[in-house]
């Protein structure tokens, strides 16, 4: 999704439906819902696990290097989770939180949806 960034408009797809189209500063400023954390530090895959434990946490993902932590608004701040990695013997380079990329925006709306789809197809077992 890195080349969609130069785009002057996009559209995202999501089982072959068009779920959204706009410019890449609109979809990732005005669509995304939650916050998102980048944090840097030694043994991220191992760190995921600690910061999934954490209340208000959505979704932990490798991005690169670090991780990208989905949270619900400001009950997570990059305080808390540096604090909490500290603890755990975790060295953390950085904390912050961020501009969603538009992977982020994808995957937080195709999640959006699939929340909606699910209850509609248990009810049509």
Do not use: W
Not at 27 to 48: G, N, S
């Amino acid at each position: 999704m890195d080349e969609a960034e130069y785009c002057d408009r996009i559209g995202l797809i999501h089982r072959g439906e068009l779920i959204v189209t706009g410019t890449p500063q609109r979809l990732k400023t005005e669509l995304m819902q939650e916050d998102i954390l980048e944090v840097l530090c030694e043994r991220p895959q191992d760190a995921m696990e600690e910061i999934e434990r954490i209340p208000g946490i959505n979704e932990v993902a490798l991005f690169g290097k670090g991780l990208h932590i989905v949270v619900e608004g400001a009950k997570v701040t990059p305080d808390a989770i540096r604090s909490h990695l500290d603890e755990r013997g975790y060295q953390v380079v950085r904390a912050e939180q961020i501009v969603p990329s538009l992977e982020d925006v994808f995957v937080s709306l195709i999640e959006a949806r699939d929340r909606v789809a699910q209850p509609q197809q248990e009810v049509r077992r």
